[in-house]
């Protein structure tokens, strides 16, 4: 008796694990059949990826799908590092004034994870007096990865009198604060301001050289006491950011339109341009006749708030992709909104898809049609191609699926319960990724 009711036990036993030593996949994700660009590696060639345990754990011509528990097929689409979005304002709604705390600034997920973006750096938005505020509102809070260019003005951008009032620029106070929050500080922001004098910037670069980052400079109403190109060829650092780069009253051209060479000086030194678009710093008029005599942007950026999300900015995928049509080549462009970003910010542990890297990714649709941008200033472009989201992978989960690509279609799963493994789907939930990848 007791031989006849162990038999079978111990046949089911062995061929579980059989099935286990032969076929246990060693990854929990595959993205298969994409084209991958990796600019960091030089990599703009079809590659499958697998993810394992939060981190990219292969890249390789092929790889197959029985290694995988989750195969993803993308034939046609491609595979960058999650984007990075230089210049955002993030610090939403608690009761402030405008991007600090008010109803300018945008939560960061509610724009970010649907066109690719999974990591934001919110520009200034806040001061060392209300960054405690944005940090445990926001930045502790969010889906989408928040670093922070913390406002050298005390109370951040509240849109009246406070953005001018030098007095409260305090570099030593704001290094200060930079230091105790090292892990989401990353740089300094100066903005808005009106003055004839330099005493802003110079406070800036000061926090700078004190907490050892780098400063981003929005240079406010240009005027003709402290004229741009000593900004960018004396004031700034090398590794300092000039964002707002096409606004029109930045000194481009000569008489002739030919590009002024003081800028590729500037550049020679270190000094970076960041897009930043925003709702009224970026002209068709500068950056289509820069882009064509040599001189892109470092980084491409949004300068995204409520205005200029439903203006001509609307997003990153729609400000890279006005790069494409101007002649940026795809991996370029990738290349500006991903690795060169977190360089800019000394985050070089963020924009590549190294094995061992944080498996933030984002795939990504070329549509080819008939497209048309339009600028800050509220002048068009056509345009033939457009990118467009596919996927977004933050932490190596899913988090946003634009076409429903994980999934099964309904009528083959019956009388169905709800669908998707919490170790990869993190699509219908919010806030912070669950930490730990219960199996
Ligand atoms: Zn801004």
Request: aromatic residues 8%.
């Amino acid at each position: 008796m007791g031989m006849l009711s162990t038999h079978p036990r111990f046949y089911l036993l062995l061929v579980l694990g059989c099935l286990g030593l032969s076929a246990q996949p060693q990854y929990d994700i595959l993205l298969k059949g994409g084209h991958l660009i990796d600019p960091k590696n030089g990599i703009n060639a079809p590659r499958d990826l697998a993810i394992k345990d939060g981190k990219v754990a292969a890249v390789a011509a092929s790889i197959p799908a029985a290694q995988a528990r989750k195969t993803i097929l993308i034939p046609g689409l491609y595979v960058t590092p999650g984007l990075i979005d230089l210049h955002a304002h993030v610090f939403a709604g608690t009761g402030g004034h405008m991007l600090a705390g008010g109803d300018s600034s945008i939560h960061p997920d509610s724009f970010a994870q649907s066109v690719g973006v999974t990591t934001v750096v919110d520009a200034g938005s806040s001061g060392r007096h209300n960054f405690a505020e944005f940090r445990r509102t926001v930045v502790d809070r969010a889906r989408t990865r928040v670093l922070v260019l913390l406002n050298v003005g005390g109370k951040g951008m509240t849109g009246d009198s406070h953005e001018q009032d030098v007095d409260d620029m305090d570099a030593k106070a704001a290094a200060a604060v930079a230091m105790a929050n090292r892990d989401v500080i990353v740089g300094f922001k100066v903005a808005h301001y009106n003055g004839p004098d330099w005493m802003p910037v110079e406070r800036g670069v000061e926090a700078g050289e004190m907490a050892k980052l780098p400063v981003m400079i929005d240079f406010g109403a240009f005027h003709i006491a402290r004229p741009f190109q000593e900004l960018v060829l004396k004031k700034l650092r090398p590794g300092d950011i000039y964002t707002h780069a096409f606004y029109a009253p930045v000194p481009y051209f000569d008489a002739g339109g030919k590009l002024l060479p003081y800028l590729g000086e500037a550049r020679k030194r270190g000094v970076l341009f960041d897009v930043g678009h925003g709702g009224a710093a970026f002209e068709f008029k500068q950056a289509a006749r820069a882009v064509r005599q040599g001189f892109p942007p470092d980084t491409i950026s949004t300068d995204v708030h409520s205005g200029s999300l439903n203006a001509g900015m609307k997003n990153q995928l729609n400000v890279m992709s006005k790069f494409l049509n101007m002649g940026l080549g795809l991996a370029d462009v990738v290349y500006r909104s991903t690795w060169n970003a977190a360089r800019a910010i000394h985050r070089e542990e963020l924009g590549h898809l190294s094995v061992g890297a944080v498996a933030d990714i984002a795939v990504l649709r070329l549509e080819q049609g008939d497209y048309g941008f339009v600028d800050s200033w509220g002048a068009g472009m056509r345009g033939t191609k457009r990118l467009a989201n596919e996927l977004t992978l933050k932490d190596g989960y899913v988090i946003y699926d634009t076409n429903g690509r994980t999934r099964e279609s309904w009528d083959k799963l019956g009388d169905y319960q709800p669908q998707g493994e919490p170790w990869w789907d993190q699509t219908r939930s919010s806030g912070p990724l669950r930490r730990g990848r219960a199996k």
